[in-house]
DNA sequence: CAGCGCCCCTGCCCGC
DNA sequence: TGCGGGCAGGGGCGCT
């Protein structure tokens, strides 16, 4: 998925146009995605006005009086708001239409997202309670991270990684922060020293704001909800450089897989 | 409890 | 060209 500068990206292009618009219907055409999307959301929606649209981690939110819809945009999830009516493509699942004639098209062909329905109090909802630190905030610290990490035995990239610690940060952004901030991704979280851990802040912040700027890196699926392409204004230093000199020392770049996914680092830049 | 893999799904790219 | 394998930005969940 699109990474926190991504999913704010989408958030900030879309707020304008849904805040204040009532919800005339929802066309679903498929609910499986990595839950089910409530059947009932037609019904749920009808006559419901958007009175915001916030964002929690990777999670946007769409607020109504009586509830919130959460969505999730998984690794290949889209928005796209439309002024006219637009035939649906095959990975179009949902579309909810408004009373102006606009609506909002949910893609996703890889169907990792999710859609659901959510009462207040919101925030207590299973996906969002349990929620790290926004990193953009500014109690997100070097002793905040310092402190966190403490007693931790896992590898640092796998700690930026996991929400429950910090939001927002996927494979993309961990690995460019982890080079900016002269630390191997497989450095165990508890051995970093205070001076690393506000290293490590300072590149985290760097990096996701740079992103920002750009209005999010724009990767093979993902595309602004106003339908640009956009480009890749974000230069990655080690994202996909497997086996390219590194940025610094031009020693070559060496790749490893962690949990699954590939890292790539700078054996001699980071330590 | 902490940490690690699995898996949900389609598309794309590469090598044969 | 066609096909199989591997890989892709996430993250909850089940197992050890």
Not at 199 to 224: E, H
Request: net charge positive; charged share 25%; with cysteine.
């Amino acid at each position: 998925m699109p990474e926190l500068p991504e999913v704010e990206t989408t958030r900030l292009a879309l707020k304008n146009f849904v805040i204040q618009q009532v919800i005339k219907s929802v066309t679903l055409r498929q609910l499986k995605l990595r839950w089910p999307i409530p059947a009932d959301l037609d019904k749920k929606l009808h006559n419901k006005t958007v009175l915001d649209l916030t964002r929690m981690g990777k999670y946007l939110l769409f607020h109504f009086q009586n509830g919130a819809l959460l969505l999730h945009l998984g690794m290949s999830g889209r928005l796209h708001f439309h002024q006219e009516p637009c035939a649906p493509g095959a990975h179009d699942h949902v579309d909810i239409h408004f009373q102006n004639g606009t609506f909002l098209r949910f893609t996703d062909p890889r169907r990792f997202g999710a859609l659901l329905w959510t009462e207040a109090p919101f925030a207590e909802h299973k996906l969002l309670k349990h929620l790290g630190i926004e990193p953009l905030i500014k109690t997100f610290n070097a002793a905040y991270l310092f402190e966190q990490t403490r007693r931790r035995k896992l590898p640092i990239k796998s700690l930026l990684m996991d929400s429950k610690v910090i939001v927002g940060i996927g494979n993309i952004y961990a690995q460019e922060a982890l080079f900016e901030a002269g630390i191997k991704p497989t450095k165990a979280a508890g051995l970093l020293t205070l001076a690393q851990s506000g290293r490590l802040v300072k590149a985290i912040q760097s990096v996701l704001k740079k992103a920002l700027k750009s209005g999010g890196t724009t990767f093979r699926d993902f595309r602004s909800p106003d339908g640009s392409r956009g480009y890749f204004s974000l230069k990655l230093k080690v994202y996909g450089k497997e086996g390219l000199p590194c940025s610094v020392c031009a020693s070559t770049l060496k790749t490893i897989r962690m949990s699954g996914r590939s890292t790539v680092y700078c054996n001699f830049c980071q330590k």
